[in-house]
């Protein structure tokens, strides 16, 4: 018998604000940060469960505050019950009434959850000695429908449409995962498009992306219609008529200034267009939809739950779903989350960058190609070069592809020297 | 010149859950709770601003955590240029943009700013020497057009509409002030339906109510419809044929489940099913609004914001809007729900209750019955016999009316005496 014996927390801050590495039109200045997780237990194979919530700076202290509130739920207990049902394990904790009327389910209470279940999919994955895109792709279909939290979900998706699409794309399971061992799984970047960059760092980041092999690059806009112009026009230049280039305005516009900025831009032909609006706005995307076709509409980083993806899909306000690791309550909600986009055709093109995001979010893609949706078509994941020497199991991004990572573990543990390099000053004077 | 000295947070519970007031379907045990702030003065007057954040118990600590964080963006400021401009300062709290990634704009983070919103309305309120209620109903339509922060708002609600609403409320504002003042505002009460009290209760409180003047009562159902059939059918004999039953399932059902559960429940004739599904699902409750057509729809205490409340008007989804005062950012954009709520023609009847709910709410309900919606028509705020012993200027309600407050301030300042005695242990230990 195993126990959880120790529950830690760290504010890690990195100064990302001093290069504008991170800008947009809403972050003019972020703080790429983490409150960190790790599950510590009494077992003698010495392994842990790690795991973050991404912020961007002031408040990674109320993050932190909020794990620990959950480390009574799980120090002393013991850990086999919990890796053996996840889906109890998930929906005891959303289930906690007192701390679900914070939420319910969503900022930073449901955040916290979401990093406490994927620490235990962390730990889980290492037990098994596999990554953890491989350990889900590997459980059965009726396994994987006991992880999901069905609740408000089923006028949209029933457990029995979701065993369906499992069950269809089992047969062909060993052979995809053949296929992203050997091909891995396409990625796009977002380094080129940052605000705070000059045009010339804008251009020559555009010819790097082209030669380093990605098959889209991203823009951020929304601050000056003028500017996107300007810088689209050389992005375009730099990358040639047909090469795939996404914009992002980071939820800056209403409804309707959405619609004409970006038919103010369809002469550049993006490839979508991310956050247009507020993420709780269905109607609003669904407005912005119909007005830009055939432009895409792309959103999720920051959708706080399923219900608000469900209603995404259910309204066609996106043709593009971005799942975002740490946003929602882990592993399990995602699972919901992808098993919806299965079910309406919605390909997912997953949020990255910020703290792990990266190492994170790479196994739910892998997992979604090899037992969900079954394919890569129309989809990739976002890919930014920053801060991944801090993580034990970097990502790995080749000629434009993420290499499918064979180390055990969900991605995301942190090295301790960087942890404790960059433990937030402020939270070491005070502890 | 003042300047704001100091930012006094407490994190105070009640042990509720002894007696089981507060039970329902998805709460079983709450512990009344709230995270509360204190905003002091370097002023000779001697005023400080009070607010709070109702939860239920743990998480409480969560809630002061972020409340402290905002803390650096008030110390050692100038005051009056707060003030001065309400709009401005709301603004700037909600734009924060490392803040804002915590939410955005929902949660544990959007309510410590609406709890720092209100309480320098209580300052302002007190300086003014009116009650919160009177000191906005006597600004002029601009300024209170100033007030609101109409992002992701204007494809409903534009700010031109927004002033026509208050400028025709505005030659009636008088006789409704003294209209008010003369004969209060209607009430409603939640004390006869608690799902932990037993039949023989649930009856003598019915009695009880109906003595006591109130106008409607609320029953919680949800967990078990026969019980709920029970308890409807006590209910129904003993207050008469006519009388208005609210129920209220506190988000425990899907949608379809909601449907036929309601349909079920229709011989009872219930005035309102409120809160019948997840709270972030905007589609669902439309279709729950069709689905149990004329029985009426209710949500909002746990709407996250007013592009929340925005889209439930737009989809048709509500008949009746519940405002609550302290899950959105506080008045500011509280006067938003109002109006949309007066654009859509949907009655606003608050949610009250918890700790100190009744006691801030019916200042909103009072502002809009003067200077904004004009009406008190088919409009009731919630009312709950908890806790109102622990606050400075209680909630006085007579013959099922709310007497309008005249005491300065927003309402929500606790006694000294009893923020000292209900301080939670482990915080006094810890602190």
Redesign the interface.
Known sequence: MTRIVAFETTDIRFPTSLSLDGSDA??????YSAAYLRIVTDAEDDLSGHSLVF?????N???V??LG?LAARLVGRELEPLLDDMGAANRALIG????????????????AIGAVVNALWDLKAKQAGLPLWQLLARMSPEDLIGLVDF??L??SLTPEEALEILRTAEPGRADRERELLATGYPAYTTSPGWLGYSDDKLASLCREAIADGFGQIKLKVGADLEDDIRRLRIAREVCGPDFPIAIDAN?RW???EAIAWVNALAPFQPAWIEEP????????HA?IARGVAPIRVATGE?A??R??F??LL??RAIDVMQIDAVRVAGVNENIANLLLAAKYGIPVCPHAGGVGLCEAVQHLSMFDFVAVSGTREGRMIEYVDHLHEHFVVPTEVREGVYVAPLAPGAGMEMKAESRIAHEWEAARVAG
């Open positions: 809403m972050n003019p200045d972020p703080d912020t961007i700076g002031r408040g202290d109320v993050q505050a909020a509130v906690d009434s007192q701390l679900r009327w914070l939420g319910p389910e969503k900022g930073v209470m449901h955040m609740r408000y089923t006028n939820q209403e409804v309707a609006t507020s993420p709780d706005d269905v109607l609003g407005e920051h706080q739950n219900v608000i469900k209603q259910q309204a």
